[in-house]
DNA sequence: ATGAAAGCGCTAACAC
DNA sequence: GTGTTAGCGCTTTCAT
């Protein structure tokens, strides 16, 4: 089984060509001198035998490869028919995958090993981004320890000032959409949030308790995990809303959430947004489908995987470039539910 | 630049734990036989120096590295905001992932090369799954000419019987829609279709003129650029309602165009289902959040994803495995617009 | 401008 | 049960 694959190998098109195996790799990289002549002579040849470079062999010497791992938490609950954060996630795999081809690397999708020694697909890697690291990530724990490359793409709630991870500047996003709430006439705002312990949920929490603090409003927070969607955000809406002095304002975390949040006050017979305003700090397909349409923030995972898979490729080639300073580019699209 | 990492080698290991390299190599693949207390001091030596086996170079006997290629190509378009068949590729790609990983490969996202050089990050890849090839796929040609083990998936229009091409079962799965509609009241069906010319898109049109063909309908079928989503919808009904008999009901092919025509509908004062019928060919968050839901095709992207995987995989490792026959896994999701 | 030779870190034969 | 040896395909000094 697994007989090797006869491709033509570098001795190959020397033979071919009348040179050696240097002159044919100097032809190709473009390193050395290598006459005009001769390197078309060897590209003919190479085209001939249909020879492609082992990028194995090559990687041997270098010790990379070009594979940068995307760890995506999501992947991960097999038993989930939807995914969480659909739109972000997709759009910044998408993202990634392109800004790391134009660098000459690949992305590869690696599922959280969770501690597990099945990260062995991980050894390819010659870095990893990971998406919405939580607080003390075990992953984290063993990238450090083994020394690999890595970047977080949002803060270690544990570890604020670390070089490691990407901030999301959440929290000044969060305070925008709360200041959105209130001009657009809400005065008892509150907050549905997540429930995995990252940057995006601690910080969104705190920003919340800091604003209602300033405007001497008391909080009303209701969790729900993000997996639970759209059905967990009518639940919060219920909480909510049966209250004996409920909000007439209220921001989710999610868009999943906000969407159920808007369907349960409507149930209700609530006028949107006369009665209640609902904004989420994350667009989704949710958000722009919504009837009426939830005002969001659109999180831009495009410039933001950029950046991301610029930083962790320049430390896989060794040098270290600064993070970028201030909160990810961001955009507070405002539809109906906010706009009256 | 690029210091190499200076991570232990099998060699430092071996020197730890007083044995030869082999030993050391025994002791982590399993092969050949050690001496349980050998083993356990060559792992102690390993954990000390924080060894974790070099995957290049252990590729570079087996020539392969244990990745496989998902070229996706709805990633392409840079300009669009939003991508074509989100839930179904996401899916695909998640359940992908995760078979591939139990197989001990990784999954490696990788942009449509379309001919380009750009190419160089496929290099790593033992194989590749391509999603929807189109008719004389460049890429097939590509990786047919360099011997690289491939599966589309999806049937390439123009070679319908390859054994390189899986077959999703396009016209049997269509045809049952095409007869829900029928059973559900309609008696005038038209189609929306997407322009990509790939199997889906074809197969679909083949399905549709049989079938009022044989049931001696006039056909009317409207094209729109699957890019084009709920807008291009909306064009396609507006087109469609217009007709001077127009039809009461509408197959389209995406699961966006199905949204845009039922708002087409309703923002003409069509009943729904009772005027008008409307079933998707996939289903996607705007099939299911639609006012009212529409009925859809789950086109169950995780079996196909283990399935293409696995197959992929043996084609890898020099087994070629049947393909399976008869259509994809698939279920009609019932709703409201065609339950009355 | 070109080539010979020495590995990169690991595994597979084959001895012992 | 363990070690020796010989590469995998390529890049890279360093000669010529």
Redesign the pocket.
Same mark, same amino acid.
């Given at each position: 089984m697994a007989r090797?694959r006869d491709? /033509?190998?570098?001795?190959? #098109?020397?033979r071919r060509a009348? #040179?050696?195996?240097?002159?044919?790799?100097? /032809?190709?990289?473009g390193?050395?001198? #290598?006459?005009a002549?001769?390197?078309e002579r060897v590209r003919e040849a190479a085209r001939e035998l249909g020879?492609?470079?082992? /990028?194995?062999?090559?990687g041997?010497?270098?010790?990379r490869l070009g594979v940068l791992g995307l760890v995506v938490r999501p992947l991960d609950p097999l038993d989930a028919t939807f995914l969480e954060g659909v739109d972000y996630f997709l759009r910044f795999a998408r993202a990634a995958t392109l800004a790391a081809v134009e660098r000459g690397y690949g992305l590869m999708l690696v599922p959280d090993p969770a501690g597990a020694d099945a990260f062995a697909v991980g050894l390819v890697c010659d870095g990893f981004l990971i998406t919405e690291p939580v607080e003390d990530d075990p992953l984290v724990a063993m990238l450090t320890r083994d020394r690999v490359p890595f970047l977080g793409v949002g803060r270690d709630p544990a570890r604020p000032a670390s070089e490691d991870f990407l901030d999301l500047g959440t929290a000044q996003i969060v305070t925008e959409v709360l200041d959105h709430l209130a001009a657009s006439g809400g005065t008892r705002v509150a907050a549905v949030l997540g429930t995995a312990p990252n940057e995006w949920n601690r910080d969104a929490e705190a920003a919340y308790l800091a604003w209602v603090a300033a405007r001497n409003q008391s909080s009303v927070i209701v969790r729900r995990a993000e997996i639970d969607g759209e059905a967990g955000g009518r639940a919060a809406g219920a909480e909510l809303f049966s209250r004996p002095s409920p909000p007439d304002a209220v921001y989710c975390q999610t868009g999943r959430h906000a969407a159920g949040v808007l369907a349960e006050a409507r149930a209700r017979g609530w006028a949107v947004p006369q009665d209640i305003r609902i904004a989420a700090g994350e667009d989704s397909e949710q958000t722009r489908s919504a009837v009426p349409p939830v005002t969001a923030v659109d999180l831009r995972p495009e410039p933001l995987a950029r950046t991301a898979v610029a930083v962790l490729a320049d430390r896989v080639e060794g040098a270290d470039r600064p993070l970028p300073a201030g909160p990810a580019d961001h955009e507070l699209v405002i539809r109906a539910s906010t706009r009256g």
């Open positions: 090797k491709r /033509a190998t570098i001795q190959d #098109v020397a009348g #040179v050696s195996a240097t002159t044919v790799s100097h /032809a190709f990289s390193n050395g001198t #290598v006459a002549e001769t390197r020879y492609r470079p082992d /990028a194995i062999a090559r041997l010497r270098s010790s």
